[in-house]
């Protein structure tokens, strides 16, 4: 295997809902592949830093997501954020392989279990579906988007075109981002 072009902290796995005086309450949130891939189509990635929970992934993502997808769009902007260490990598202890899904997607679960993740993000049905089983809070990327908008950190229109970018680029179905609002409320 290629070693990956950028430092990548070999740090304990981070603890959630680490609160400091000075910055407040940080959590952490868990993310997959899909969700990168998406926030990035749509140009949102900086998304990220407006919650309030820091931005974690595997080794696996970052290899999915940088290296073996040279060229595709939003690969540089994903990039630049592991660079930038606006999404930090973490590899979870034990690495054993769930049934029904990938071994990266098993990864990210693992991670997400062992740091005790206040939200996981992923457009992969089965996976958010797994997630819930597993106790954690799951959720799709317009989830995330509308989140954002309803604790005040984008505005109505922000959303607004985050939501029809995924529609248009065939992310979501109209149908599905509704029924997600619907939900939501």
Aim: glycine residues 8%; aromatic residues 8%.
């Amino acid at each position: 295997m290629g070693q990956i072009g950028i430092i990548l902290p070999l740090l304990a796995a981070p603890a959630a809902g680490v609160c400091h005086w000075y910055t407040g309450c940080v959590g952490v949130l868990v993310l997959d592949s899909s969700a990168l891939i998406t926030l990035a189509g749509a140009d949102a990635l900086g998304l990220l830093s407006l919650s309030r929970l820091s931005p974690y992934t595997v080794t696996e993502v970052y290899r999915e997501t940088v290296e073996s997808a040279l060229g595709r769009p939003g690969t540089d902007a994903i990039d630049r954020c592991f660079k930038e260490r606006l999404i930090s990598i973490q590899d979870p202890r034990r690495e054993q392989k769930l049934t029904g899904i990938s071994q990266t997607d098993s990864l990210v679960l693992l991670l997400a279990a062992e740091v005790v993740a206040d939200d996981f993000l992923s457009n992969d049905r089965t996976l958010v579906r797994k997630a819930g089983q597993q106790g954690l809070a799951a959720h799709f990327t317009a989830e995330f988007v509308h989140h954002l908008w309803e604790a005040d950190r984008i505005s109505r229109e922000r959303r607004d075109g985050l939501i029809e970018n995924f529609v248009v680029r065939r992310r979501y179905s109209r149908r599905f981002v509704d029924l997600l609002f619907l939900r939501s409320q």
